[in-house]
């Protein structure tokens, strides 16, 4: 899972710099106002919100633009529909893709995502194909490079978490959704910095990708698919070894 994770902590902060240049503030406000709809204005009685509220603050987008998000979610938005829709497929390789999307044209977004999976030399495939693959966890990103892992992983479980991986720069912790809030609490009070918490679908099993080219053809694809407008969320069941990892880093 190291590679994997590498490329999640890689992931989460190049949103967080496209953010800053206004490039990915529509897409953080747009599922700010589906969770304000679906779920409520209050983000201490809606998970999803709440998530949605930090991933915003998280890439820096204005606390005004984010309180509008949720005023006008809550209002209904009126005149504007988004739909929700998980495509699945194969990418190369046959590593398992799930990608969330909130669109306000099916067909068009639907008609996309087959160019972007078939130019990779992968497929779209039917709904249910490879989601069994993946599990919702609460995922809490702490950063620090020079923790000291064991009192980290015991201040993890007594919290009630189930995971701990070192990503490169900082620990990925996974738990159940529901003790998210409870474990990033308790990791703050202990003084470590969260960086974020977000639910996620994490892959049960891996698929190892051998070779730099086929890592860097799947990793371009995968980012072809982050950069969609309508792209919520990408997961991905590969695992990159991580001399290959950090030489496609670096």
């Not at 497929?123 to 919702?136: A, H, N, P």
């Not at 000291?148 to 159940?176: P, R, T």
């Not at 529901?178 to 969260?194: F, I, K, P």
């Not at 053809?217 to 991905?236: I, P, T």
Request: proline residues 2%; negative net charge.
């Amino acid at each position: 899972m190291s590679g994997h994770s590498k490329w999640a902590n890689i992931k989460h902060r190049k949103s967080a710099q496209d953010a800053k240049r206004g490039k990915e503030f529509q897409k953080y406000i747009r599922a700010v106002m589906v969770a304000s709809k679906e779920g409520g204005p209050d983000p201490s009685m809606n998970i999803r919100l709440k998530s949605a509220v930090e991933r915003a603050r998280a890439a820096n987008v204005p606390v005004d633009t984010i309180e509008k998000a949720i005023k006008k979610g809550a209002g209904g938005m009126e005149g504007v529909t988004y739909d929700e829709i998980n495509y699945e497929g194969y990418g190369s390789g046959g590593v398992a893709v799930l990608v969330d999307v909130l669109t306000d044209n099916k067909n068009r977004t639907a008609s996309e995502m087959r160019l972007l999976f078939s130019r990779s030399g992968g497929s779209l495939g039917e709904s249910g194909c490879v989601s069994w693959i993946f599990q919702r966890k609460g995922v809490i990103r702490v950063s620090g490079k020079d923790l000291d892992e064991e009192l980290l992983l015991m201040a993890c479980l007594e919290a009630g978490a189930e995971d701990l991986v070192n990503d490169g720069s900082g620990y990925s912790i996974s738990c159940d959704p529901a003790v998210m809030s409870q474990v990033r609490d308790a990791l703050t009070e202990a003084g470590y910095v969260v960086e974020s918490t977000e639910i996620e679908k994490l892959p049960k099993t891996t698929v190892e990708i051998k070779g730099k080219a086929e890592a860097e053809k799947l990793l371009r694809f995968l980012e072809a698919l982050e950069d969609h407008d309508d792209v919520q969320n990408v997961y991905a069941n590969f695992d990159i070894p991580d001399e290959i990892m950090e030489e496609i880093a670096g």
